[in-house]
């Protein structure tokens, strides 16, 4: 994990309790823009496990991680063709 990943790890972990849990997901963003403003987080998609629901879904709406490389499933469900994305 690269020093601005971990930096950014330990900020969420001190700042999500001070955070009414309404809120935590849009302060988990605000965070995430401004780290992406500042520092290069190159390796987050390596080490997104690492964090926790909340920051996760921050990281992963902001950079569209696992969203890059879609694929176009069928499933079959009751004799019906199904198309969808994943």
Known sequence: MSP???????LWDKVKP???KK?????????VRAFDDNVDL????????SF???MKTALVSHYD????????M?????GIKHEYLV
């Open 4 to 10: 601005e990943l971990a930096l950014l790890y330990d």
């Open 18 to 20: 001070y955070v009414q």
């Open 23 to 31: 809120e935590k997901l849009h302060v988990a963003e605000e965070i």
């Open 42 to 49: 190159e390796d987050v998609e390596e080490n997104i496990n």
């Open 52 to 54: 926790d629901t909340i």
């Open 65 to 72: 991680l696992g969203l890059k490389a879609k694929k176009k």
């Open 74 to 78: 069928t499933k079959k469900i009751t």
